[in-house]
């Protein structure tokens, strides 16, 4: 089993940034495939961002691209999503996630955080 922690939801203005922090614990975190989801209301979820186990594979959803970044610290077990220049429609639960290693094509986790509130207000 892998627990999953977030950190790092508030309320924010359009234009600034915002840091997410995922700790994770209960399995080797060097080993596991990572990123994010978020589910705005009344829409599915819908993934973020991923980075792979070995930090070689890294895609984001369109929407997100050139302004959110993921990355890895497996010495501290954690990943990070970093949002710069957010926007209104980027307000949504954030859900950090983690799987064993699979084809980064690939939208299946396992491991779900409980979520953190990002709000963006124009």
């Known amino acids: 089993q892998v627990q999953l922690v977030e950190s790092g939801g508030g309320l924010v203005q359009a234009g600034d940034s915002l840091r997410l922090s995922c700790a994770a614990s209960?399995?080797?975190?060097?080993?596991?495939?990572v990123g994010w989801f978020r589910q705005a209301p009344g829409k599915e979820r819908a993934r973020v961002a991923h980075?792979?186990?070995?930090?070689?594979?890294?895609k984001f959803a369109d929407s997100v691209k050139g302004r959110f970044t993921i990355s890895r610290d497996n010495a501290e077990s954690t990943v990070y999503l970093e949002m710069n220049n957010l926007k209104p429609e980027d307000t949504a639960v954030y859900y950090c996630?983690?799987?064993?290693?699979?084809?980064?094509?690939?939208?299946?986790?396992?491991?779900w955080g409980q979520g953190t509130q990002v709000t963006v207000s124009s």
């Open positions: 209960g399995r080797t975190f060097s080993g596991l495939d």
């Open positions: 980075i792979s186990w070995i930090g070689r594979f890294i």
């Open positions: 996630v983690a799987r064993l290693p699979k084809a980064s094509s690939s939208t299946a986790y396992d491991y």
